[in-house]
Each structure stands twice: as structure tokens, then as C-alpha cells.
T-cell receptor, first 112, second 113 residues
Framework: KAGVTQTPRYLIKTRGQQVTLSCSPI?????VSWYQQTPGQGLQFLFE???????NKGNFPGRFSGRQFSNSRSEMNVSTLELGDSALYLC???????????FGQGTRLTVV | GQNIDQPTEMTATEGAIVQINCTYQ??????LFWYQQHAGEAPTFLSY????GLEEKGRFSSFLSRSKGYSYLLLKELQMKDSASYLC??????????????FGQGTELSVKP
């Protein structure tokens, strides 16, 4: 069974640009959550999607958005990038959201 | 508020046993997770406790006491490859409503020969 797949693995963007990250969950999993990991703040919850609907949201500005497709794949978008958005972005896949959660390899975003 | 506390660093000897503690205060609770994260890599799932008691999985065991807001991860027969950061996380939600994971800052474990 394939694990959680995130693309791309690495990304370098310039301040002010926007970026889209992709996450394909484990087959059959319907919940996808996104997290930001930085050395100073650790792992912080961005949002969760279940059956194409945002079910939970963390405390991030509106520049961070996401969506989920009917095949449960999810995308995360960050607009007007700031230097502080440089981080490892992780998505976690879960069957329904209330069971074990498994992480993808992450996308390392560097904003210059 | 939401708070998860775990020691910042621990050191142990190869072949020994180490216990990493985690205490939590969250507005909701629907499970506690332990993850292992090697430098530069994604977190790897180790265990999930939703009921009180001990869950054993090979060299790793995890314990939960919901009344005390306390968990620990026990690693036996330590190996050099166990050197990593260990993350404690609580799912803050009611059942069947999904929810977010709130993470502690992680415990950096160094295993010495």
C-alpha cells in the first residue's frame, strides 16, 4: 500500500509569489491535514479536509488556503509569500480523521 | 489553553531503556500520538492511545492516563538508530469530528555507545 505522497519535495520561491503544494493520501483515507514545521514553532496545524470540506482550521492568516478533491487528494496554497513562510510543510492522512494519522515526506519551502 | 510538555533533550546508552514523558492540557481529547522524526525527515507514526493503559509494539510501548493528562513512550533495547526527536501529539476534538493534532516541541534523544 502506497504511503502519503507530497509534491514537490523542495521549492524555492521569491517574496510576494504564491505557491501550491500537493498531497495524495493513503488509498481509502478521506481526511487530509496540513501542518507547518519550523525550528522555532515546531509543528503547527494549518487545516483539515474531509470529503472535500474544510472541517478544522488553525490560527494562520488567510494567505494560507487549501482544498480537497473528490479523490481525496489535497492542495495547499500560500499567496503573497513572506520570508517567515519558509518551513517544512507536512500533510497527514487519516481514514476518517479520528484514527491513526500518517505523514508524507513533506515539502521544504524556502522563500528568498 | 492548549499545552503539551515534554523534556527537550535526553541521553541514553545503547542497549538500555528510556522513558520519555508527556503531559498535556487541551480543551478536547480524542487520542494521543507518538511520532519519531529523524533530522530532515518527516515524522514516522509510532503509537496511538485513546484509552487508558499500556500499548506495546515491539521495542516501543506507550502509556496513557487521561485523568492525569499524562503519557509516556518507553523504548527498550536502545539502538543507535533510535537517536531522533520524539514528538507527543494530542488530537483535540470530539469523536467523529476529526480534529487537529497539537504537538509538543519534541524530545531530542541521543543514544550513546
Amino acid at each position: 500500500k502506497a504511503g502519503v505522497t507530497q509534491t514537490p519535495r523542495y521549492l524555492i520561491k521569491t517574496r510576494g509569489q504564491q505557491v501550491t503544494l500537493s498531497c495524495s493520501p493513503i488509498s481509502g483515507h478521506r481526511s487530509v491535514s496540513w501542518y507547518q514545521q519550523t525550528p522555532g514553532q515546531g509543528l503547527q496545524f494549518l487545516f483539515e479536509y474531509f470529503s472535500e470540506t474544510q472541517r478544522n482550521k488553525g490560527n494562520f492568516p488567510g494567505r494560507f488556503s487549501g482544498r480537497q478533491f473528490s479523490n481525496s487528494r489535497s492542495e495547499m496554497n500560500v499567496s503573497t509569500l513572506e520570508l517567515g513562510d519558509s518551513a517544512l510543510y507536512l500533510c497527514a492522512s487519516s481514514l476518517r480523521g479520528n484514527t491513526e494519522a500518517f505523514f508524507g515526506q513533506g515539502t521544504r519551502l524556502t522563500v528568498v | 489553553g492548549q499545552n503539551i510538555d515534554q523534556p527537550t533533550e535526553m541521553t541514553a546508552t545503547e542497549g538500555a531503556i528510556v522513558q520519555i514523558n508527556c503531559t498535556y492540557q487541551t480543551s478536547g481529547f480524542n487520542g494521543l500520538f507518538w511520532y519519531q522524526q529523524h533530522a530532515g525527515e518527516a515524522p514516522t507514526f509510532l503509537s496511538y492511545n485513546v484509552l487508558d493503559g499500556l500499548e506495546e509494539k515491539g521495542r516501543f510501548s506507550s502509556f496513557l492516563s487521561r485523568s492525569k493528562g499524562y503519557s509516556y513512550l518507553l523504548l527498550k533495547e536502545l539502538q543507535m538508530k533510535d537517536s531522533a526527536s520524539y514528538l507527543c501529539a494530542v488530537r483535540d476534538s470530539v469523536a467523529n469530528q476529526g480534529g487537529k493534532l497539537i504537538f509538543g516541541q519534541g524530545t531530542e534523544l541521543s543514544v550513546k555507545p
